[in-house]
């Protein structure tokens, strides 16, 4: 068992009583997300980690393994468009705020990130 199916079993002892987790997909801020929720908080999964967060007002999020608090990273990202091959032509810049955990995750790259259309 990997440290992600760890990490979600722990999530269904310690806060769903052990029932099977269905995970939706959605989007946290810019981040595609596969989320559960539970009457007093959201559990988003990205990759290997799992954030929880309050649902409160201005709760801040934390990473579920360690309890670091997230940071994000604003992230650029180009998506060009057109015949051309590599980074040319025409496109637009996207700017993304990435959630990582700094103790769990490598922080995201600020730039440099390309998307082909």
């Given amino acids: 068992m990997n440290m992600s199916n760890k990490l979600v079993e722990r999530l269904s002892e310690e806060k769903f009583a052990g029932e099977n987790l269905e995970w939706r997909e959605g989007n946290w801020g810019d981040?595609?997300?596969?989320f559960v929720e539970d009457g007093d908080n959201w559990y988003y999964k990205k990759g290997g980690v799992i954030y929880i967060q309050a649902k409160k007002r201005d709760a801040t999020p934390n990473c579920y393994d360690c309890g670091t608090e997230i940071e994000f990273?604003?992230?650029?990202?180009s998506e060009w468009a057109?015949?051309?091959t590599g980074p040319v032509g025409g496109g637009d810049v996207k700017l993304?705020?990435?959630p990582y955990c700094p103790?769990?995750?490598k922080k995201p790259e600020r730039s440099g990130v390309?998307?082909?259309?």
Avoid: A, D
């Fill in 96 to 98: 993304k705020h990435i």
């Fill in 114 to 117: 390309m998307i082909g259309s």
């Fill in 103 to 105: 103790k769990c995750e």
């Fill in 82 to 84: 057109g015949q051309f």
């Fill in 73 to 77: 990273v604003r992230q650029s990202q």
């Fill in 31 to 34: 981040t595609p997300v596969l």
